[in-house]
C-alpha cells in the first residue's frame, strides 16, 4: 500500500471518529491528514508529509478557534430563542401583582411572570426574554 493510500486511510478513519464523537476539531485534523496524503501523491518525504499534516491540521484548528472566540457568545438556554422557542414570544398581561408577578395564559396553560430587572409594571403586551421553570420573565414589548 502507498503513503498516500496509508494518509487517506488515517483521514477517513479519524473523520469517522469525528462522526461518532461530534467533535469538530477533529475534521480539522483530518484536514491536515489529507494534506500530507496530497504530499505522498507528490512523492514528499515521510518528514516532510508530517510537518505538512502538522502545519495544515494544526493551522486549521488554531484558525478555527480564533474563529470560534470571536464570535460572540450564545446566551444561556433558559435565554436562548435556538434551545427555547417561546424565547421572544409575546403574552397580555393585564394585571400585575406589588411584587411585580401576574399570571396569564399562554398555550393554553396559565403561567407565572415576572418582570425582568429595569422594567416598570404596566399591563400590556409583553415579550418572553428568559423562562425558568414555569415562569415567564418578561420585558415590555
Known amino acids: 500500500m502507498s503513503e498516500s493510500t496509508l494518509w487517506w486511510v488515517v483521514a477517513g478513519t479519524v473523520i469517522a471518529v469525528e462522526l461518532?464523537?461530534?467533535?469538530?476539531?477533529?475534521?480539522?485534523?483530518?484536514?491536515g491528514l489529507v494534506a500530507a496524503a496530497i504530499a505522498a501523491y507528490m512523492d514528499a518525504t515521510l518528514t516532510a508529509q508530517w510537518v505538512v499534516a502538522a502545519l495544515v491540521g494544526g493551522g486549521a484548528v488554531v484558525a478555527w478557534r480564533?474563529?470560534?472566540?470571536?464570535?460572540?457568545?450564545?446566551p444561556p438556554a433558559n435565554a436562548?430563542?435556538?434551545?427555547?422557542?417561546?424565547?421572544?414570544?409575546?403574552?397580555?398581561?393585564?394585571?400585575?401583582?406589588?411584587?411585580?408577578?401576574?399570571?396569564?395564559?399562554?398555550?393554553?396553560a396559565q403561567w407565572d411572570v415576572a418582570l425582568m430587572p429595569g422594567e416598570i409594571a404596566s399591563a400590556g403586551r409583553y415579550t418572553v426574554a428568559e423562562i425558568v421553570g414555569s415562569r415567564l420573565f418578561v420585558r415590555k414589548a
Open 20 to 31: 461518532a464523537t461530534g467533535t469538530f476539531y477533529l475534521l480539522m485534523i483530518s484536514v
Open 66 to 74: 480564533s474563529y470560534k472566540k470571536s464570535q460572540p457568545a450564545e
Open 80 to 108: 436562548n430563542r435556538n434551545a427555547n422557542l417561546d424565547i421572544g414570544e409575546t403574552v397580555q398581561v393585564d394585571t400585575w401583582e406589588a411584587d411585580g408577578t401576574s399570571k396569564v395564559k399562554y398555550r393554553g
